[in-house]
């Protein structure tokens, strides 16, 4: 009778051990299927710990490395002097680094060559600023941040020339042009005049200067800023035919140029954004570029 008796309470025994294990194994999932904050946080690289003020995962830490050309030109920086916070580009520059929390001394500044920045490869810099056209294609390459100037091309021509009497886009398809290479400037060139005669590219801008004043071009392409300040300072004998319209429903931007795939780009954004929204891109843009806000429009 005992061992009739002890059957039924092994039976449910094993009932219960065997629930009691299903129900571990089914929690074991559950766990495994559910959502995990800390990898999101991880993945999606934008929480408030990654963009800690002064404490991003730069170049060199502590240090935030910003790069440009060399010469740099005005009216983006001012007498060739990236680091004295002076010139339009300068200004945003230190702008950025501040909201990203780097006071002036912890910015190095870096040299590198125009096409270069935006060139496939990894970068030694945390970003460029370098009058670099956000582009579909070049963002095949390299991030951008959102747009801190929002852009135009210009005409530039000799007074005396024929190419300064044009009106229009049409006046200039007969005309020997010319622009900095890897530039929209030069894709302007190509892509909306469509010239008769095959365009100048050069490798800088100041080339594109000599060219013009030797009569080796009937006219260049530049940014309307950069026009401006050629026309006021250094090619004095030459003026600002007029501007392109802007291509497509969206205007022609610069942003800062950073690597395929940074930590750093939407921090990098994000500051830039924030110094658009409380109105200092537009107050560093009166300081610097007041001037470079009216030319005819080529159409």
Known sequence: MT???RKPHLAQRALRRAASAATVALLAVAVGCAPQP??????????????????LRTKTSGKLTIATDEPAYEPWFKDDKPAGGKGFESAVAYAVAKQLGYAKGNVVWQSVPFNKAFA?????????????SISTERKKAVDFSSGYYDVRQAVI????????KAEGVADLKGLK?????????LDYINDVVKPTQ???AYAKNDQAKSALKNGQVDAIVVDLPTAFYITAA?????????????QGAAPEQFGLVLDKGSALTSCVTSAVDALRKDGTLAKIEKQWLSEAVDAPVLK
């Open 157 to 164: 021509a000799l007074k005396s020339s024929k190419a300064a």
């Open 3 to 5: 061992s009739t008796n």
């Open 234 to 246: 250094e090619v004095t004998d030459a003026k600002i035919v007029g501007q392109f319209e802007n």
């Open 120 to 132: 496939p490869g990894e970068k030694t810099f945390d970003f460029d600023i370098n009058q670099v």
């Open 198 to 200: 095959e365009p100048a």
């Open 38 to 55: 800390e990898d999101k946080a991880a993945a999606s690289g934008t929480s408030a710990e990654s963009c800690a003020k002064g404490a």
């Open 177 to 185: 042009l010319g622009a900095q290479v890897g530039t929209t400037s």
